[in-house]
């Protein structure tokens, strides 16, 4: 009798953890997809990628079911879809070049609901990176505080800080940005009271003075050569406005724009009279892979900016360049002649294999984060053929991208979850120069995230590996800075 009443209570209570954690029972069918957040529903992945957790606004629990086409399979039950992460990583690498079967159901209040399967993609492309980073920042306006650069390991949810500053009086960092996402070569800005660009090489950090007294503004918007002996970076006096619309917010714009070349060898910087007029607001330097070529922006200055900036159109050109002299060469050229559209091509970004060039297009300016028509748009390079990237666009601004180093893969930012806060989304990049439907990047627990999160994230770009810089808070820290000379050079 004792045993029967041990083994009848055993029964009871795996009947009750079962109640929390088996599969419903006959469910309604229902011949929808489900509304799962975020929508991962038919997206491409690498087979790198952290679990894309997720879950249902308004249900009290979700059952979740993935099968892979080549075998394999994980099942989860809870308030949203959980999954651990090195049985996701074996099931995700025993499908790659196939697909994962996705049946959810979900319980609103005592009702369960089973939806249409759906289908995760995994690509024969690995993603080749060990992460991507980042800036976070609360949305602002006209003042800053709590902001940093950060890290994210792609294969789980680990996210470092490379520079919080708080740590150096809460001063403003931007445009983080490797050398073909090499974490050994990197450089990005500091302005406030202690301001500087930061050039790391190798385990040198150089804190370079942030402005050159010959210069109309800062150092900004970096691309490095791929030598690692130059630097591109746009020289802006920024500005913004306020909108008196509900959909727009701020306008930023450039009252002055240049493009000089910076060569870490001698602190030296080069500026061309070509790409230093009077005339024309030049933006986004950008050197081919094979480092022969500067692309960049380019748009005719109009007078009273902050009255006509709707009048401020951008095309994006090239220019030849010498790695041997750091000189440029020969006359620009229009590539995207967007200002003939009516519209304003910015942030030209060449895929590291030299077939593909990256933009984006909006109706006005060069600061599309803010434009909610901002989409990206693809040009092959060998034919001068351009097309949007329209399985990866949203509704919203869609900008600020780089690509992965084997340019299969490609990181942007996205109003589309909610128009207030950009979010990391990424995509597939086919051998024909298509993109998939991008995927936002997962988390941990993704609905809380949107509630409790009070970060945008911005200018984000692959890495091949952590970044382990120890003394970034000293050295920025530190009164002292490098000069930098100047000179000034006619392209023959």
Known sequence: MKEISYHFFTLLLLAGLWGCTASPDHPTESSELPPITPDYIGVTIPQEIAPLNFGINGADRIDVSIRGTKGGELHVNGTYADFDIEEWHSLVRQNVGDSLVVTVCAKYDDTWTRYKDFAIHVSNAPLGEWGVTYRLIPPGYESYGLMGIYQRDLSNFDETAIIDNRDIGKQCVNCHTPNRTNPREFT?????????????????????????EQLGGGMVYPF???TGHFIAYSTNQTHQNFHQTRDLRVEVYDDQSDIIIYCPDHHEIHLDSLLATKEHLENYPVFSPDGRTLYFCSAERQDSIWKNFRQVKYNICRIGFNPETGELEGQADTLVNARSLGKSADMPRVSYDGRFLLYTLCDYGCFPI??????????KINDGTTYPLTEANSSD??????????SHWIVFTSRRHDGLYTKLYLAHIDNAGHASKAFRLPQRNPQEYDAE????FNTPDFASAPITHTDLYSEIMRTQRIPTTYQTTKTK
């Open 188 to 212: 990005f800005h500091v302005r406030g009271e202690q301001g500087a660009t930061v050039v790391s090489r190798d385990g040198q950090t150089d804190i370079l003075a942030p402005r050159n």
């Open 224 to 226: 490095w050569h791929p």
């Open 370 to 379: 803010w434009h909610p028509e901002a989409d990206l748009w693809m040009m």
């Open 397 to 406: 601004a869609d900008s600020f991208h780089n690509w992965s180093l084997n």
């Open 453 to 456: 999160t009070i970060w945008s």
